[in-house]
């Protein structure tokens, strides 16, 4: 085996194969040809990829390994670690982007000669780029004396280890592209460490963007103080300079790279460096037109006690427990005069009575425009719903405003069953984007434009024609400097009666007698009591290997188009989410419901399958579902999910995690009866399951009607009888 060589764990094997890990132990107990282990340990043994590439291929399990996966083994088995891997990676994918012929003359020597000369070009190309190592003075936007930058030009015994690594990306950057190459890699790093960092999602990053770039202000320099992994830089669309520090230096080496290869900035300045932003900024006298920032929540060793008498404090000294008072102010002391900052902020930021005075001072001269609540499971922590803070640099020429800006977005939550992987995800996968963003925009751009074009517009506009029930709505500051000063939007914006007042209780009230009606008449009649039926049985798996049915498991794929969730099986509602949109090379196709498929969910234990109807049908699978085409010469779909919703089968086929139970859907049992029979049973099982969809209505028009009536008569709009 060569010196360094690339080693892959057993699930990289099973990657690579396209079998499960059980597959691989099966194959090291019954192969004595198998590689032997070269690392790792007994638990988790690493086996050098060579080796087992060439099994693979001996056995027949293998015609070629795709491109993507071997690079990614590569990266992941790098004897340095992935980070430096990616780094070096992504350092000479921004080469082949900006100097092809030099890559193609530096790639036509030995490996070893290729990393002294790769060491040279990447010197000359990451000054170029990034600037100097160290900056004397105040370098690209002020930085301190012996501020560094973020990407270190690697040495050529660094680079050695890694020249396999990079000759495959460059093959794999001219198939789909540089950029697209290296957010396959930092895709994938960033999954399989899901811990180690706090990702701002692509669609709420967008949504921050955009609030900036409205209006006739554009926002062509930008500063992220937090960049992580520069996702708000990214969403930006003609930005001139993007500014970023963050304290992780492997974060921020591989964000000025994304950002450097990113093809919207390509010709914009990049400058991202290391370090304690509030302790140590490294653009102290800097001024942009926006910042961007997703801060850190709840930090107490902010640097309280040595930066008591810093000039950044211009509205008060935050408190030790009040950090991200501290980072909206530091967003502030880097804007020009009339610029935008937009951060997301923990709820409690907005009624903490320890930063009420901060907020006052926010208020009082005109700094805070907007706060918006967010639906939970917009950004981690995703069980809160997070806020978005919209601030304006006050100035000479800026006209400070009377009012705020209050946007609630969080819509009430459907009835779902409650399993262990709904509350560890956090509803994220039910989000409506587009519905979220609609109303943050179609409330801020119409007070941003008034507030922009002075006091005429804003009287021809008027307040009412802003505020939307229940939405949004603009509040005179005195209403809000009291006490407390507690700008929670949900304080100030309490729900609309019912949507429409005493007609829409009438109309509620007069479906809900309707669907009790249709709901006595669906009640199962009393059944025959029997002697327990002694059918021979038989298993999914069983019937699986026979072809009665497929087995599919859902949650990968991207590209537009509806998502069947678990959350829409568990309440039986319509798809509500959506398919990740990808931008490192070929979609991936999605697992597509068709009618007659039977769904259950793998997590929480319940007794739950929903057969697909005509109006779900081309939905995608969702994460945490298993679906289970049966044929229809063989097995009648609802004799299938009736049999699958037995209390005892579900038992026997699950299994306890470490949090939730698990279901294994091949366990379950099903009997042995002629399609006949089965159509029978099915017709039954149909009942029940329109019984039970018009007790779940009924349930929620009667909720909605209680609740409407305690609206109505607290405030007014419903007299009592």
């Given at each position: 085996?060569?010196?360094?060589?690339?080693?892959?764990?057993?699930?990289?094997?099973?990657?690579?194969?396209?079998?499960?890990?059980?597959?691989?132990?099966?194959?090291?107990?019954?192969?004595?040809?198998?590689?032997?282990?070269?690392?790792?340990?007994?638990?988790?043994?690493?086996?050098?990829?060579?080796?087992?590439?060439?099994?693979?291929?001996?056995?027949?399990?293998?015609?070629?390994?795709?491109?993507?996966?071997?690079?990614?083994?590569?990266?992941?088995?790098?004897?340095?670690?992935?980070?430096?891997?990616?780094?070096?990676?992504?350092?000479?994918?921004?080469?082949v982007r900006d100097r092809p012929t030099a890559w193609l003359e530096i790639t036509a020597v030995s490996d070893e000669r290729m990393a002294k000369v790769l060491h040279l070009a990447l010197t000359d190309l990451l000054t170029a780029r990034f600037g100097p190592v160290t900056e004397s003075g105040d370098g690209s936007g002020g930085g301190p004396s012996g501020c560094v930058r973020a990407v270190h030009t690697p040495t050529a015994d660094e680079l050695l280890p890694s020249v396999p690594l990079l000759r495959a990306t460059a093959e794999l950057a001219a198939g789909i592209g540089a950029r697209q190459a290296f957010e396959f890699l930092l895709g994938r790093q960033l999954d399989a460490n899901p811990r180690q960092f706090t990702l701002t999602p692509a669609d709420l990053a967008e949504l921050m963007a955009a609030l900036v770039e409205t209006g006739s202000r554009p926002a062509r320099t930008v500063l992220d103080p937090a960049t992580g992994t520069g996702a708000l830089l990214r969403a930006l669309n003609r930005p001139t300079a993007l500014y970023g520090q963050d304290a992780d230096p492997d974060l921020a080496a591989l964000t000025a790279l994304r950002l450097a290869?990113?093809?919207?900035?390509?010709?914009?300045?990049?400058?991202?460096?290391?370090?304690?932003?509030?302790?140590?900024?490294?653009?102290?006298?800097?001024?942009?037109?926006?910042?961007?920032?997703?801060?850190?929540?709840?930090?107490?060793?902010?640097?309280?006690?040595?930066?008591?008498?810093?000039?950044?404090?211009?509205?008060?000294?935050?408190?030790?427990?009040?950090?991200?008072?501290?980072?909206?102010?530091?967003?502030?002391?880097?804007?020009?005069?009339?610029?935008?900052?937009?951060?997301?902020?923990?709820?409690?930021?907005?009624?903490?009575?320890?930063?009420?005075?901060?907020?006052?001072?926010?208020?009082?001269?005109?700094?805070?425009?907007?706060?918006?609540?967010?639906?939970?499971?917009?950004?981690?922590?995703?069980?809160?719903?997070?806020?978005?803070?919209?601030?304006?640099?006050?100035?000479?020429?800026?006209?400070?405003?009377?009012?705020?800006?209050?946007?609630?977005?969080?819509?009430?939550?459907?009835?779902?069953?409650?399993?262990?992987?709904?509350?560890?995800?956090?509803?994220?996968?039910?989000?409506?984007?587009?519905?979220?963003?609609?109303?943050?925009?179609?409330?801020?751009?119409?007070?941003?434009?008034?507030?922009?074009?002075?006091?005429?517009?804003?009287?021809?506009?008027?307040?009412?024609?802003?505020?939307?029930?229940?939405?949004?709505?603009?509040?005179?500051?005195?209403?809000?400097?009291?006490?407390?000063?507690?700008?929670?939007?949900?304080?100030?914006?309490?729900?609309?009666?019912?949507?429409?007042?005493?007609?829409?209780?009438?109309?509620?009230?007069?479906?809900?007698?309707?669907?009790?009606?249709?709901?006595?008449?669906?009640?199962?009649?009393?059944?025959?009591?029997?002697?327990?039926?002694?059918?021979?049985?038989?298993?999914?798996?069983?019937?699986?290997?026979?072809?009665?049915?497929?087995?599919?498991?859902?949650?990968?794929?991207?590209?537009?188009?509806?998502?069947?969730?678990?959350?829409?099986?568990?309440?039986?509602?319509?798809?509500?989410?959506?398919?990740?949109?990808?931008?490192?090379?070929?979609?991936?196709?999605?697992?597509?419901?068709?009618?007659?498929?039977?769904?259950?969910?793998?997590?929480?234990?319940?007794?739950?399958?929903?057969?697909?109807?005509?109006?779900?049908?081309?939905?995608?699978?969702?994460?945490?579902?298993?679906?289970?085409?049966?044929?229809?010469?063989?097995?009648?779909?609802?004799?299938?999910?009736?049999?699958?919703?037995?209390?005892?089968?579900?038992?026997?086929?699950?299994?306890?995690?470490?949090?939730?139970?698990?279901?294994?859907?091949?366990?379950?049992?099903?009997?042995?009866?002629?399609?006949?029979?089965?159509?029978?049973?099915?017709?039954?099982?149909?009942?029940?399951?329109?019984?039970?969809?018009?007790?779940?209505?009924?349930?929620?028009?009667?909720?909605?009607?209680?609740?409407?009536?305690?609206?109505?008569?607290?405030?007014?709009?419903?007299?009592?009888?």
């Open positions: 085996m060569p010196e360094n060589s690339t080693e892959v764990t057993a699930a990289g094997i099973a990657r690579l194969a396209g079998v499960g890990r059980a597959a691989v132990s099966n194959w090291r107990r019954r192969h004595a040809d198998f590689p032997k282990p070269v690392g790792g340990t007994e638990t988790s043994p690493s086996f050098a990829l060579p080796e087992v590439e060439q099994w693979l291929r001996d056995q027949g399990k293998l015609a070629e390994i795709p491109l993507r996966e071997r690079v990614w083994q590569q990266l992941a088995g790098h004897p340095a670690g992935a980070v430096p891997a990616l780094v070096h990676a992504g350092c000479a994918l921004l080469l290869l990113n093809s919207t900035v390509e010709s914009c300045t990049v400058a991202v460096r290391t370090g304690d932003t509030l302790r140590t900024d490294a653009f102290p006298r800097l001024a942009v037109d926006a910042v961007l920032c997703h801060p850190p929540f709840n930090e107490r060793n902010w640097g309280h006690d040595e930066l008591a008498y810093d000039s950044r404090w211009e509205y008060g000294f935050p408190a030790r427990t009040e950090s991200e008072l501290a980072w909206v102010q530091h967003a502030l002391a880097h804007l020009r005069e009339g610029g935008t900052a937009v951060l997301l902020m923990p709820p409690a930021a907005a009624s903490r009575r320890s930063g009420r005075r901060i907020r006052a001072d926010l208020l009082r001269r005109g700094a805070l425009r907007a706060v918006v609540a967010l639906p939970a499971g917009a950004a981690p922590p995703y069980g809160i719903p997070l806020h978005l803070w919209v601030l304006r640099k006050p100035g000479a020429g800026v006209r400070p405003s009377p009012e705020l800006l209050l946007v609630d977005t969080a819509e009430p939550a459907e009835p779902v069953a409650a399993t262990a992987a709904a509350t560890a995800s956090g509803g994220r996968d039910r989000l409506d984007w587009q519905a979220v963003r609609s109303a943050v925009l179609d409330a801020w751009e119409p007070f941003d434009r008034a507030e922009r074009t002075g006091p005429e517009s804003d009287a021809a506009l008027g307040r009412t024609g802003r505020d939307r029930p229940g939405v949004s709505r603009v509040v005179p500051v005195i209403e809000l400097l009291d006490d407390d000063v507690d700008l929670a939007p949900a304080r100030h914006l309490p729900p609309p009666t019912a949507a429409g007042g005493s007609a829409e209780l009438t109309r509620v009230r007069d479906r809900l007698t309707e669907t009790l009606r249709l709901t006595a008449t669906l009640t199962p009649p009393l059944a025959d009591l029997s002697d327990p039926a002694r059918w021979p049985l038989t298993t999914v798996g069983e019937l699986a290997r026979a072809g009665a049915l497929q087995l599919r498991t859902g949650g990968s794929g991207t590209g537009p188009g509806p998502v069947l969730t678990e959350y829409d099986v568990l309440g039986s509602t319509a798809p509500s989410g959506t398919l990740p949109v990808t931008t490192d090379g070929p979609p991936e196709e999605p697992v597509l419901v068709e009618p007659g498929d039977v769904v259950v969910p793998v997590l929480g234990g319940g007794t739950v399958a929903r057969v697909i109807d005509e109006a779900t049908a081309g939905a995608a699978l969702g994460r945490n579902l298993q679906l289970l085409r049966p044929d229809p010469a063989a097995l009648d779909p609802w004799f299938l999910s009736g049999f699958l919703r037995g209390t005892a089968n579900n038992r026997q086929a699950s299994s306890y995690a470490s949090t939730a139970t698990r279901l294994d859907a091949r366990r379950l049992q099903l009997p042995r009866l002629p399609l006949a029979e089965q159509q029978r049973y099915g017709a039954q099982f149909r009942s029940l399951a329109a019984f039970e969809d018009a007790l779940r209505l009924t349930g929620r028009l009667g909720g909605q009607l209680v609740q409407g009536m305690y609206d109505g008569l607290t405030d007014g709009t419903v007299t009592p009888k």
